[in-house]
């Protein structure tokens, strides 16, 4: 497997709004331009990959996704 790490060091996302935010549309901030289809799109790219995606806290205290692939 191949992984990808993605930190930041902004609000991150609350626990228990990470499965939330994968869904088609899902948006937390209302106040800016967007569609919420970003992650939703990566996610269904992953599965189809055989891989995963994971959204975690980072150690700066904002979101960290951890992406996982099949090695090629």
Request: aromatic share 0%.
């Amino acid at each position: 497997m191949r992984l990808l790490l993605v930190e930041d060091d902004g609000p991150g996302i609350d626990a228990d709004r990470r499965d939330g935010v994968m869904a088609r549309g899902a948006r937390l901030d209302q106040s800016v331009p967007g569609s919420g289809l970003g992650l939703a799109i990566v996610q269904e790219l992953v599965n189809l990959c055989g891989g995963s995606l994971a959204l975690d806290v980072a150690p700066m205290g904002g979101l960290r996704v951890e992406l996982r692939l099949p090695a090629c």
